[in-house]
């Protein structure tokens, strides 16, 4: 799609169909291109069509707090995330790359300085597990596009909370729903 700008001044395209593609985002200085959004179960269950694998979720590892519809994101082993960005001729992010788009170095978190709960506003899907945290409104993971208010300084969502991201190496950052908001 065309290369448009976003309200963070950064360009941004959609890669694939409109309704189950992957809006990206580009990062000139740094010559990155990273999904604003978490993958979605939609998008992944797309590939595992076409790729025609199994995935850890139907060998029975999925759990009660990850959601299964279409909007929410998708889990998988870091071999699976590997495979599918392989799959579409992308490639995961090195640790410093995710951190650079994070805001490490400019900000304590993602959107900013503000505790995840500050004020009462929820910037992140952290601390939900069950009696613990359906203060943010979800005892489990939540849809891919919440939350995008308090994007990264390039705008790219839910870098905090939710679900836990791979990076190279094998590497978990941003934290998932059950972590605390530290």
């Known amino acids: 799609g065309p290369l448009q700008l976003n ?7 959609v890669f694939g169909d409109v309704a189950g593609g992957h809006r990206m985002i580009y990062i000139p200085a740094k010559n990155i291109w990273i999904d604003k959004y978490e993958v979605s179960n939609l ?3 797309r590939y595992v069509k076409e790729a025609n694998i199994k995935t850890a979720a139907e060998t029975g590892t999925a759990s009660k707090y990850i959601m299964e519809g279409d909007e929410y994101p998708a889990v998988a082993s870091y071999q ?4 599918y960005c392989q799959h579409y001729g992308f490639r995961l992010p090195s640790a410093e790359e995710w951190q650079y788009i994070a805001g490490k170095g400019t900000y304590t978190y993602p959107w900013g300085n503000e505790l995840p709960d500050s ?6 899907n952290f601390d939900s597990l069950e009696g613990a945290g359906e203060k943010d409104g979800f005892s489990g993971t939540a849809p891919v596009k919440t939350f995008a208010q308090f994007s990264s300084p390039f705008d790219v969502g839910n870098m905090a909370g939710n679900v836990w991201e791979w990076v190279q190496g094998m590497i978990l950052k941003g934290g998932g729903f059950f972590s605390s908001e530290e």
């Open 43 to 45: 998008q992944f269950n």
């Open 119 to 124: 004020a009462g506003i929820y910037r992140a």
């Open 80 to 83: 699976e995330a590997e495979r």
């Open 7 to 13: 309200a963070k001044g950064y360009y941004e395209t």
